[in-house]
């Protein structure tokens, strides 16, 4: 027969043991959803081998360089976001007050370079060189040929001047004509061969009519002779 009062008694679970056992399961779901809710568990990262400094030979040993998991020691200011201070807004200039520079002067009139006309104030004298023309010595003082040709009457051929001789110049066509007697703004002028009075005309600034008003004895427009004298009225200012 077998004893079976040598047998241990069954175990029971007392009330303290539950209550341990039921605090640890109520720990481990309280620390789960903690986790949970934290994005879970982030386990460190060792820093690769590119992000540690090799120092050369005979240099000693680089220290590694920190984690970037570490815990940041920037100052406030130093975050990664946006920086808070906008930059500044370039205020626009103000224009200066000082007045604009002054226009440099025109040049002076090239004909004050020449010997002036003995007793005729604003004509001058040009010596013809080789090679000049009439209507390039013209060009060169600015002034219109056909006042160059007024204050020559002598050439009767504007394509032909001859090296050595005198060209008067000047600005008014009139200049080296005489006066008429007792008649305001008038001058008298010689005819030249090959001369009309058109051509007259309009080396002078003047017209027909006019010249015919002021020399009533001509009658005849074309009725008119070399070394015959007649009056040129001045164009009205």
């Known amino acids: ?92 200039t103000a224009p200066s007050s000082a007045p604009p520079s002054p226009t440099p002067a025109g040049s002076p009139d090239p004909l004050t370079a020449l010997p002036g006309c003995p007793n005729i104030p604003g004509c001058y004298e040009y010596l013809i060189k080789r090679g000049d023309s009439l209507s390039g ?46 008649v305001p703004n008038c001058s008298l002028y010689t005819i030249q061969p090959g001369d009309r009075l058109s051509t007259i005309a309009g080396r002078f600034g003047i017209t027909v009519p006019a010249i015919l008003a002021a020399n009533p004895q001509i009658t005849d427009s074309n009725a008119i002779y070399s070394g015959q004298v007649i009056r040129l009225p001045h164009p009205a200012a």
């Open 1 to 92: 027969m077998v004893d079976t009062s040598a047998q241990p008694a069954p175990h029971t679970l007392t009330p303290a043991v539950l209550a341990s056992a039921l605090f640890v399961v109520a720990s481990a779901i309280v620390a789960i959803t903690f986790v949970a809710a934290r994005g879970g568990l982030q386990m460190p990262i060792a820093p690769s081998g590119s992000d540690v400094a090799v120092a050369s030979a005979g240099t000693g040993p680089v220290p590694s360089a920190p984690s970037s998991l570490a815990p940041s020691t920037l100052a406030p200011s130093a975050s990664l976001g946006p920086s808070a201070t906008p930059a500044a807004t370039p205020q626009p």
């Open 137 to 182: 010595v013209a060009s060169h003082y600015a002034i219109p040929v056909s006042i160059v040709r007024a204050l020559n009457p002598e050439i009767t051929d504007p394509g032909t001047i001859v090296a050595g001789e005198i060209l008067y110049l000047g600005r008014d066509p009139f200049l080296r004509l005489p006066p008429c007697d007792a």
